[in-house]
């Protein structure tokens, strides 16, 4: 990141004025944390403590024998307290939050998942909690509002606009600016005004830097190619920082491709020829847009990867042709996601399939001595209602609609 908060082209902060004081704050608070050995290491008790870290590099023997290429790891992040690597960034801003002296916390949040990790880390520090969710989330997300609320966080639905996910960052904003003394913004992924993106890669790190440490200890070397699904691009940045400029390690990062790239039902931004440049959110990145600037609707099997931009730093290294975009599409999702859950027994999120499914295309054309790495980004317990939905499971059905008489009566 240079002064202005730039990765080559992207990036930046574009914040309003009323505003500059608590990022300056934020950026002092942020470069201190990042130069003194310390705050890593109580990072790391809180995350061995609380969420379970280091998560395991799971060897799938059977996926491997089936491909017949090469050997296949899995990084499990799903093992993370709320079950996904979020819990490694927002449980980071938390110290930030303390070491700030700040009390109250805000967040946006689109499926959820977010929201559920920063009620989560609020409660843990004594923090008030409000979430932003765009009404329409709120609907379809029920058990994640349960949660939130019952940790004590305050969840606001938002009714402007498409009442998603963008609008729930801008009345995030909005609360902020209204705020400042009191609130830090837990942003959710690598994305925002700096230092933002690099603030939340560098928590997410601790991924990448287990997973090095993991692959040496099992394979003896480095592996061939490491995979990581891109919604906002946090858990990719987290894997890929282990590995990046090692010579002959492909980092390659999975868009959610909906019904296909040509369908105009994707969340693309980087595979396919759907984006451009744009500023948005405060920050220079690749979005969905049209030539007015105003922003698509996306589309994905998977919530977490339904996002109109992507972190400016995923940009500027796709430029510098260090990290390969690819896409994969609902259907191949599924597909893969069965697979994964017969062959090993583990459950993959459906954003984290994604990643599964283009690991599942190049395994079979490596060699047998060559290892690659899947991040599994999370466990796809949470995903049950459009899992099910998606199998067309008729007893699943059934069940609903049983519940639904249940509390009718
Ligand atoms: C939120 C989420 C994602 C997408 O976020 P990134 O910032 O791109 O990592 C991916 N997988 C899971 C399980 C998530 O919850």
Known sequence: MDTKGYFGNWGGAFIPEILHETFEQLKISYAEARKDPAFWQEYLQLMGSYSCRPTPLTYAENLTKHFGGAKIFIKREDLN???????????????????????????????????????????????????????????????????????????????????????????????????????????????GPAPFPEMVSWFQSIIGQEAHKQILEIHGRMPAKIYACVGGGSNAMGIFQGFLGKDNVELIGVEAGGKGLHSGQHASRLCGNDATPGIAQGYKTMFLQNDEGQMLETHSVSAGLDYVGVSPILVDLWEQKKVRFESATDAEVMEALDLTMKMEGIIPALESAHAFVQAFKEAPKLGKDEAIIINQSGRGDKDIFTIAHAFDDPSWKQFIIDRAKEYDK
Not at 105 to 125: D, L, N, P, S, Y
């Open 81 to 191: 307290h709320t079950g996904a690597h979020k819990a490694n960034n927002v449980m980071g801003q938390g110290l930030l939050v303390k070491k700030m002296g700040k009390k109250r916390v805000i967040a946006e949040t689109g499926a959820g998942q977010h929201g559920v990790a920063t009620a989560t880390m609020a409660a843990k520090f004594g923090f008030e909690c409000t979430v932003y969710m765009g009404e329409v989330d709120v609907q379809r997300q029920r058990p994640n509002v349960f949660w939130m609320e019952k940790m004590g966080a305050t969840v606001i639905p938002v009714k402007d606009g498409s009442r998603t996910l963008k609008d729930a960052i801008n009345e995030a904003f909005r609360d902020w600016v209204t705020n400042v003394d009191s609130t830090h913004y837990v942003f959710g992924t690598a994305c």
